[in-house]
């Protein structure tokens, strides 16, 4: 089993799991919502990051210890711990925006002059807009037991349920962004990050890493002309691309998320040891 796909710790499994391996519990866990800006998502606590989790994602519950909480994001499935005090019951209020900017913020006050206390807001985060005052919205924030309201720019807003059309644009506006293992935000991102974030803000489910990730779309034969849009893997690395002959994708080569031409890339990336592109997937019909 993918210890990356499957919620059991050694000690508590989630229900879905029973017959399947030996636990003390097996339960169905509590749904929380991630409440930090950013949350890494640990192979265990104080461990390793996989991934990160954005404000208002999902995560499934299903152990605690000493102030690190065990489960599995909502929406991809993956596994790991996150810190406790990243996340929130489930509030009242329904996130109703995603940030579509690559990076914003919420402050403690309305309006451009007004001093506040500053909370930075990645692509993707999700917020619950409460009203919106003169191209603010205010939104419900709360993190460790204190409900507040924040400001955020208007403009820097999309309704969740007004996906986008063009995943590359969405990956565009991420170009320079620092390369960062497992990252999944504008403050850092790696390939298989940029690929999901992208996805996700067009309404697309995507799993979170690129070995999961070339289960997407439909294999091109070798020498199928690319078109933007296609994804283009190595092992251990997925890329977008942009035009018929270039590539954006995060990577440690610029140490950030960089066009490349797409032969120079493919002759870079063989010639470093990691061999030749392992699939060409185009995701529309």
Not at 21 to 36: N, P, Q, S, T, W
Not at 62 to 85: H, I, K, P, Q, T
Not at 160 to 187: K, Q
């Amino acid at each position: 089993m993918d210890r990356r796909l499957t919620p059991f710790n050694g000690r508590v499994a989630h229900v879905s799991l029973t017959g399947q391996v030996e636990a003390d519990r097996f339960v169905e866990g509590e749904l929380h919502r991630i409440a930090a800006p950013i949350a890494d998502l640990l192979t265990k606590p104080k461990g390793a990051r996989d991934r990160q989790l954005l404000r208002g994602a999902l995560f499934q519950v299903l152990d605690l210890a000493d102030g690190w909480a065990y489960g599995f994001a909502e929406r991809d499935g993956y596994v790991g711990w996150v810190a406790a005090s990243d996340l929130v019951g489930i509030p009242k209020e329904p996130e109703t925006h995603r940030i579509a900017s690559a990076w914003s913020y919420g402050k403690t006050t309305p309006g451009l002059k007004r001093m506040g206390q500053i909370t930075p807001l990645s692509l993707g985060a999700r917020l619950a807009v409460l009203e919106e005052i003169d191209g603010w919205a205010r939104v419900a924030w709360a993190r460790g037991g204190t409900p507040r309201d924040l400001y955020v720019p208007g403009q820097h807003l999309a309704p969740v349920d007004h996906p986008e059309a063009d995943p590359v644009a969405v990956a565009e506006r991420l170009l320079n962004t620092p390369y960062l293992w497992g990252g999944n935000s504008a403050l850092g991102i790696d390939c298989s990050g940029l690929v999901q974030i992208a996805l996700h803000a067009c309404g697309q489910d995507c799993p979170g890493d690129s070995d999961m990730q070339e289960a997407l779309g439909r294999a091109l034969p070798p020498g199928t002309p690319p078109e933007r849009g296609d994804l283009m893997f190595w092992k251990g690395h997925v890329a977008w691309v942009a035009d018929p002959d270039t590539l954006i994708h995060a990577n440690a080569y610029h140490m950030a998320v960089a066009y490349e031409p797409i032969k120079e890339a493919i002759s870079r990336i063989r010639q470093q040891g990691d061999g030749p592109v392992t699939r060409h997937a185009r995701l529309t019909a």
